[in-house]
């Protein structure tokens, strides 16, 4: 008795079905591979992984960890480790708004050999003090969790390299968390003296003459905060916290800067950090191609590449316009598609 033949638009109708449900489970809960490991170089100070995550020649990175950004997070520590001389010394530090021990287990799954500790950051304590900026994605919470560092990291943890999610390194974060910060600098990071500082501040900060004398006798050149070295001691030495919650409460009242978490930095710290070389943070490569400003890299050598700005390399290559500089971020994504074989 022959088998009863479905009509095709039956078939076709299930297969989109099933691929729509892939697509839609993929979106909601993406999938990351998981990466190699790597080990140090046999001139590495040796840290048995039975040692606290404080122990003596640990490079400590702090990032910031959400599911928004949880794709460019796993790409930036991919290329730490596979960088770095002496991987396995390296500790890293999450701090989450949300979501904590999901996003734990989900980089435990990709790195298993990781050392690291996930931070819960309590929104409510910035929340108040937030105004809104001219890019609500300045004024999510979290954006400004890199001015609690001191409090959330452990004591034990001196010096501490900041970094975005939206980066890559392609040199030794050994040498950057080594910069020297002289006698009293409590942070480290590429200035951009070029930059028309004014333009950071509104006009009713500069016609104040008590305000504007905040950089009476400082060279004050704009810095990136995506990219520093943080001395940690002197910052609680310092209570560095404080000044900048100070500096927002003032903006809360009379409107001082328009872009969010950057201001009370430079406020605070320009013109009294230590320089760090402009390789270590190519920045501005997030520029939005969907308006024609795909960005090419600064003059010089390159030991890290930024993608600060609206464009994030893995949204543009998903939609399949990318800028030329994304595919130098792709081989350090970790997302697993659907139809990815295995290797």
Request: net charge neutral; glycine share 4%; aromatic share 12%.
């Amino acid at each position: 008795m022959p088998y009863p033949k479905h009509p095709p638009f039956l078939f076709l109708s299930l297969l989109i079905l099933f691929f729509s449900f892939s697509s839609n489970a993929t979106l909601s809960s993406p999938q990351f591979r998981e990466a190699p490991q790597f080990y140090n170089s046999p001139n590495c100070p040796s840290i048995p992984r039975t040692i606290s995550i404080c122990a003596p020649s640990t490079v400590h990175v702090a990032m910031t960890l959400d599911t928004a950004y949880l794709r460019g997070s796993m790409a930036a520590i991919l290329s730490v480790l596979q960088h770095s001389s002496c991987p396995q010394n390296v500790a890293f530090h999450f701090v989450a708004a949300s979501n904590d021990d999901h996003l734990r287990s989900m980089i435990s799954a990709s790195f298993p050999y990781l050392r690291f500790r996930v931070y819960h950051f309590n929104e409510s304590i910035v929340s108040r003090l937030i105004s809104t900026s001219i890019r609500a994605a300045l004024d999510r919470p979290l954006n400004y969790a890199r001015t609690y560092l001191a409090s959330l990291l452990p004591a034990c943890v001196r010096r501490v390299v900041y970094l975005d999610s939206d980066l890559v390194l392609v040199d030794d974060i050994t040498k950057l968390s080594a910069t020297e910060l002289g006698d009293s600098s409590v942070l480290a990071a590429p200035e951009y003296c070029n930059a028309n500082f004014t333009t950071y501040f509104t006009p009713a900060f500069w016609s104040n003459p008590t305000l504007s004398l905040t950089f009476a006798g400082r060279k004050a050149c704009y810095f990136n905060t995506g990219v520093m070295v943080i001395d940690l001691s002197r910052w609680r030495a310092g209570d560095y916290t404080a000044r900048i919650e100070e500096w927002m409460e003032l903006q809360k009242r009379m409107r001082i800067y328009e872009l969010g978490s950057l201001p009370p930095f430079l406020l605070v710290f320009a013109g009294n950090i230590a320089a760090v070389d402009h390789r270590w943070n190519q920045h501005g490569l997030g520029g939005d191609n969907f308006r024609g400003l795909c960005r090419d890299l600064h003059p010089g050598p390159v030991s890290l590449l930024h993608w600060s700005g609206k464009g994030k390399p893995w949204a543009r290559l998903d939609a399949n316009r990318p800028c030329p500089l994304d595919a130098l971020w792709a081989p350090y994504d970790l997302l697993q598609t659907p139809f990815a074989l295995d290797s």
